[in-house]
Structure formats: structure tokens, C-alpha cells
């Protein structure tokens, strides 16, 4: 074991949890993270290894993967590191970036973020950026790395703001549908999987930008959405509607909007009617082309921002031609 201490206690909303590195030997231990995974994601079809190759693949062991679990703590009893008590993990492991030098120069190696997740009930008490600056501690310090990578949603609001705006992390790639058909309760077989593909430096502090009050101005947001009401699954939802975009906008920088919660949409809009059915597959095809022509034309995003002003909060990433 590496002479840094693998845990750290994080308090929250007066309540106190525990991230750790796990290091058991034994199988069943690991057990746990695909149970987790299963409960948060939901698509069995997608998943972890059997427990025996993730014990193997644990980088205190035979591998290169590391493995955080997040414990809350029982009020009666304290630490218990078990399955009842884990609330979210981490899981990623040790990759390179040019395959033809492959392991041979550690400058080209980085390590690749695959899971991070959070039970329902668990969300809203910072336990994602938590985690996330717990797992660069170990990156930088045991593996000695320079960068994180991972790949998101770039239609989720909630991951686009811990990546983009809290951490600073940078687009490295779009990706169109890199998991083929992704289903479960955070995707739909019906919509693409397109990703960010995400670089975060480590090595250095990253200072957020203070962002204008007079920047968020319609001319800048280049595409138009619409507020809407829609008969959803469970009932009436209004959901944001994507209409007219801009392709190759002269003002710079510029502004694109995204649902407040893209997940919500997925879940409300998988009804039997066609027509609100299509809704977040819009979304997806249309900010597909917006996202890849941007890039192209050298735009870079540097912020997300919400805007709280109104009743209805909105959602923009910041792009600029630098």
C-alpha cells in the first residue's frame, strides 16, 4: 500500500461520508459496484466484469483500475463499509492516448474515468464533485498522471456543469454514438449515445471564469428553443423544444442552449405519440450537427452557465473562437 492515506471523510448537509480506495482480496467485495451500477444505470445488458477479474483489475492488485466507494455514515453504529451503506462509486482505469508508443513513455499515459455515480436519494449532497476530486488526488499522487479522461452526455445539464464549469475540463472530441443502442433508466435505445470526449489537466488549479451578466442576450443564442406542454408518462410536463439554429454564426462568443434536464426528458417523452416521442431525438440529431460544426470552425467551449433569473432555469454552454 502506497504511503498516502486512500480515504477521506466528506461532510455534507450535517451528515458525514466516507470515500475510499478500495483494496479487498476478496471477490465478493466487488460485488457491490456492478449492483450499483445496475441500480443507477438499470441496462443489464451493460456491464462490469465478474467479480473475480475486478479484484484482478484493481490496481493494488494485478491491474490498472481503481475503484472509490462512497460510505454514509450510520448514525448508530459509524463506519460500516458495506453495500447497504454505499452510496456512489468511482471506477476507471489506466490507458494511452497514441496507441502506436502505447505503454512504452509514461507522458503517454492517462487514466480514462468510466463510472461515477450516486444513488437517487444521495444526489444534491455534492457527493459527485466529491468523488471527483477525491479520484484526482489518487490519480496524481499514486499514479502519477497528468490527466483524466471520460466521456458524457454533452445534453445533461448536471454533468455538463461539474466537467465544464466546476473542474475546467476541456473538449477533446465529439463522439457520435460511440455505445451503439444504450438503453436504461439514464438513456433510450431510441436516441443516439453521442459523448463529449473530456480532457482534465491535473497538474494545475483551475480558476473559473466570472461570467458577464450582459452575455446572455439573444443575439448571441444560436439556436432557438421553445417551452412547450406535452402529455408525458406520468402526466402534463413542459419541456424545452429545439427549433431554428444557427450554423455559422459571426458573433463571437456564442451561446447554445440545452435542456434544464435531459434526463427527464428522456424518461417523460417515452410514450407510444411519435411526435413527443421525437422530441429529445431532435435534440440529439440537431445539437449533433450544431456541436460538430462549431468545432470545426474552431469555437471552443471554455463555460456552462445556468441561468437562474427566471422561473424556469436555462441552460448554455459557452462557446468561443479563440
Known sequence: MPKIKGQRIFKSKGLKFLLKVEDSNNPEDYRKYENLREQIWAFPEDHLA???NLL???????????????YKEDPMAGWIEDEKHLVGFAYGFVGVKDKNIAFTQQ???????????VKDEWQGYGLGIAIKEFQRKIVRDWFGLDLIVCTYDPLTAVNAYRNVHYFGMRILEYRVAPYGEYGGRLNRLDVPSDRFFMG??????FRRNKIKKDLIIP???????????????????????IKEINFSPSINPVLVRIPTNFYRMLQATEVSQPEIRQIPIDWRLKTRELFLALLGQGYEVIDFIVD?????????????KK
Not at 484482478?56 to 462512497?70: D, M, P, Q, R, T
Not at 443575439?219 to 423544444?241: A, C, F, S, T, Y
Open 50 to 52: 465478474g467479480t473475480r
Open 56 to 70: 484482478c483489475e484493481n490496481f493494488l492488485h494485478e491491474g490498472s483500475s481503481l475503484f472509490i466507494a462512497a
Open 107 to 117: 507522458s503517454n499515459l492517462w487514466f480514462y474515468a468510466q463510472f461515477l455515480g
Open 200 to 205: 482534465w489537466d491535473i497538474t494545475k488549479p
Open 219 to 241: 443575439e448571441r443564442i444560436i439556436n432557438l428553443v421553445e417551452m412547450i406542454e406535452v402529455e408525458g408518462k406520468d402526466g402534463p410536463i413542459r419541456l424545452e423544444i
Open 308 to 320: 437562474r433569473k427566471l422561473s424556469e432555469p436555462k441552460c448554455y454552454y459557452l462557446f468561443m
